[in-house]
């Protein structure tokens, strides 16, 4: 549930939810879906309820348990900001991030909406980015949402990238993680959107991302933009 992560923008990942339901058409193919799927046929006694949100308690303190600093993005197999989750339960992981204050928290959603109800109840330490899931340009409300959370760092992973965003709105926004969709069923993406959100970036002053063509494998799509690997993070000093 916890472990170093092969995901190209952060060194672990934590689950203290799994499970999660589909909201828009960046859910459509979703990987952890798929690997809940498989991992419960495999017994894996955490995913005896499949993709069901699934609260795992005894995991909400783990990072505290790991002294050297890593960048550990939060709920991989889930969405801290499901209605089924409680405002009391992301409270105790609110707690714990604040307290590993030498790990990099990198949380995101697709319920921006319900981010940005709870954004005032809760605390902001400067070692916890947040960001939203930006698929095409019909759910860019999103980023306005997220414009409006008091996070020291705002990101958003657009993967996968579905369709192009000509007018990427980006005030207030750190870090843009771009990504094309990958394993079956994987939606082919234009390489003029990637092109046109990192020239956004450029233009705005935002770090740039890189992450993946994607593909049904990805191996041998690579992340080579304009033969260059871009691999910018955010400036947090």
Not at 100 to 121: D, M, P, V, Y
Not at 167 to 191: C, F
Request: charged content about 25%.
């Amino acid at each position: 549930m916890s472990s170093f992560s092969n995901i190209e923008w952060t060194d672990a990942t934590w689950n203290p939810v799994t499970g999660c339901t589909k909201i828009s058409e960046g859910c459509r193919n979703c990987y952890a879906a798929r690997m809940a799927k498989r991992l419960q046929a495999m017994g894996n006694p955490r995913y005896e309820n499949g993709f069901s949100v699934t609260f795992h308690y005894d995991l909400i303190d783990l990072p505290l348990k790991w002294k050297k600093p890593r960048r550990i993005f939060v709920n991989s197999m889930s969405d801290l900001f499901h209605n089924d989750v409680p405002f009391e339960f992301i409270e105790k992981v609110f707690e714990t991030m604040t307290k590993a204050h030498w790990h990099t928290f990198q949380i995101l959603t697709k319920r921006s909406e319900r981010l940005l109800e709870l954004s005032s109840q809760l605390p902001w330490p400067p070692n916890v980015w947040q960001g939203v899931s930006v698929e095409n340009s019909s759910v860019t409300f999103r980023i306005d949402h997220l414009r409006k959370v008091p996070a020291k760092v705002r990101f958003l992973s657009i993967e996968p990238l579905i369709g192009p965003i000509d007018d990427l709105q980006l005030e207030g926004i750190h870090w843009v993680i771009v990504g094309g969709e990958s394993g079956p069923g994987a939606r082919p993406m234009d390489p003029q959107w990637v092109r046109n959100i990192r020239d956004q970036c450029i233009k705005s002053n935002v770090a740039f991302f890189f992450k993946q063509w994607g593909g049904v494998q990805k191996s041998k799509t690579g992340r080579m933009l304009d033969s260059q690997i871009w691999d910018e993070f955010p400036i947090t000093k």
